[in-house]
């Protein structure tokens, strides 16, 4: 009865609002929001995450370079990052999207208070090692989760991603969608 009403209705749009949104980028990966994130989107469990992890820390053959540990340590509740690394990430993004996604300073990220700050947030150790480049010489696994990490850290030196938002409002008889 209720849709036979909203047909009769004659719905109609009674207003349109557009407006721009912004959204910050989000830290680079600590221990928990990485198997957060390799659960969502690929299905692994925490202990595969960490399992491939621990293999992408402790060293693969990349070829001509031989074994390379690929990420920083896995095992971190902070999201701080050397300076180094922070150096060469806005180096990278300059030249792979011009100069224009390179914020005036690094993004800095809070970390808890309560965070043990031994180690630095999970990151690829080198930008030369792009996840496309080394992919034939990793597992499926491997990669993926090697490319999560890489995305994510250059992500997190961004400036904030802008967004048109359109919001319309549609009547029908006495309801409004």
């Known amino acids: 009865a209720l849709a036979e009403e909203i047909r009769r209705g004659h719905p109609s749009v009674a207003e349109v609002k557009e407006s721009e949104r912004r959204r910050h980028p989000a830290p680079p990966f600590i221990t928990s929001t990485l198997q957060q994130e390799a659960i969502k989107r690929f299905r692994f469990s925490s202990q595969r995450t960490m399992a491939v992890a621990q293999q992408l820390y402790e060293g693969l053959d990349?070829?001509?370079?031989?074994?390379?540990g690929l990420i920083?340590?896995?095992?971190?509740d902070?999201?701080?990052v050397a300076d180094q690394a922070l150096a060469e990430v806005r180096q990278f993004i300059a030249g792979a999207f011009g100069d224009e996604y390179v914020p005036e300073k690094p993004n800095v990220f809070k970390t808890k208070s309560d965070a043990q700050d031994a180690h630095e947030a999970i990151r690829p150790t080198s930008m030369q090692?792009?996840?496309?480049?080394?992919?034939?010489?990793?597992?499926?696994?491997q990669y993926y989760?090697?490319?999560?990490?890489?995305?994510?850290?250059?992500?997190?030196?961004?400036?904030?991603a802008t967004f048109d938002e359109t919001t319309v409002d549609i009547t029908a008889a006495a309801y409004l969608f």
Do not use: C
Request: charged share 25%; aromatic share 12%.
């Open 145 to 160: 989760l090697y490319k999560l990490i890489w995305n994510r850290f250059v992500a997190s030196q961004m400036p904030p």
């Open 72 to 76: 920083t340590y896995m095992r971190t």
């Open 62 to 68: 990349i070829g001509k370079e031989g074994v390379v």
């Open 129 to 141: 090692y792009h996840p496309d480049e080394v992919r034939a010489q990793l597992t499926h696994d």
């Open 78 to 80: 902070s999201t701080r």
